[in-house]
């Protein structure tokens, strides 16, 4: 063998073992992914009263965080996932002081809401943006619009008040962010389906249910809005926090974990076609609810 033909054998070796390790390498799970939560501030962006719309615009264009792409809403959507791994690697104190904050796990074999936010921790005293680490999504929303809608809180606490909320309407939506079957929100549970790649079950509605809506946020944001009807809206505008949460929950053991087949070894599943086209269908519902329910939440406090 020629000392050409090693090196091109060792090359291609090299890529090879590149390509493997790329495709062994795990990202963090966020609720609905970028996508999905670009999807739900476009939705509700389309909902917002023209004055409530000018003054997010005007708050958002304070984060000076560069965390996200840009400043615009759909962007910032996606701010409290990038705040929370900001120091993931490195010092954890976002991470550690918000991670709790996306999810309310809701068990499958009793769901106690209380428990799920930790005790629902009151602040005393201090602002949302530094309560208690042990909290939930829940407590958080509610925490988080209380400080939108009062005229006393400061300029930096009401940005990192409506960044958060943009976020978390989302988050509460994403049926495995609303329950658990003692497998970390789906995290524990292996799936496979039809023409995708194997992956965790949260991650599968994180982003590949999102992914089948269409090409584009923008595109299946007008897609999605151009479903939802004028009943829809009036029917979805309304409730708390809670209220979703528990709604969502009711989704997850419908659909999530109540339509999962027989597991073909301990922790995995194989998924049939009619469990895509279900989750299909129902994460267009749901992050159709959430694009407005965020607006319902943003128009009452901003208005």
């Not at 996200?68 to 701010?79: G, N």
């Amino acid at each position: 063998m020629s000392n050409q033909v090693r090196r091109l054998t060792a090359a291609c070796a090299l890529a090879l073992i590149l390509m493997i390790s790329l495709c062994c390498v795990t990202t963090p799970a966020h609720a609905w992914g970028d996508e999905g939560h670009e999807i739900v501030a476009l939705i509700a962006d389309h909902y917002l009263d023209p004055a409530v719309r000018t003054r997010v615009n005007s708050i958002l264009a304070g984060d000076t965080s560069r965390l996200t792409a840009s400043r615009k809403i759909d962007q910032e959507a996606t701010w409290a996932d990038k705040f929370r791994d900001s120091d993931r690697n490195t010092t954890k104190v976002h991470y550690n002081k918000t991670h709790d904050w996306h999810f309310v796990d809701l068990e499958l074999s009793g769901p106690d809401l209380k428990a799920a936010c930790f005790g629902q921790p009151s602040l005393h005293g201090k602002t949302a943006s530094n309560g208690p680490a042990a909290d939930c999504v829940v407590d958080k929303i509610d925490e988080f619009t209380a400080e939108l809608k009062s005229p006393k809180t400061s300029r930096k606490e009401r940005r990192y008040a409506l960044q958060f909320i943009l976020h978390f309407v989302g988050d509460v939506h994403q049926p495995l962010h609303a329950s658990d079957d003692n497998d970390q929100g789906g995290n524990a549970k292996i799936v496979t389906a039809p023409n995708m790649s194997s992956g965790k079950l949260h991650a599968y509605w994180d982003t590949q249910f999102v992914t089948l809506q269409g090409v584009g946020e923008t595109a299946i944001a007008d897609q999605l809005i151009a479903q939802i009807t004028d009943a829809q809206r009036a029917g979805w505008s309304s409730g708390t926090a809670s209220d979703w949460a528990n709604e969502s929950f009711t989704v997850s053991k419908a659909h999530t974990y109540g339509l999962l087949p027989a597991p073909t070894s301990p922790g995995h599943y194989t998924l049939p076609a009619s469990y895509v086209t279900d989750a299909t269908a129902v994460v267009a519902e749901q992050l159709s609810k959430a694009g407005v329910r965020l607006a319902f939440v943003l128009n009452n406090a901003l208005q």
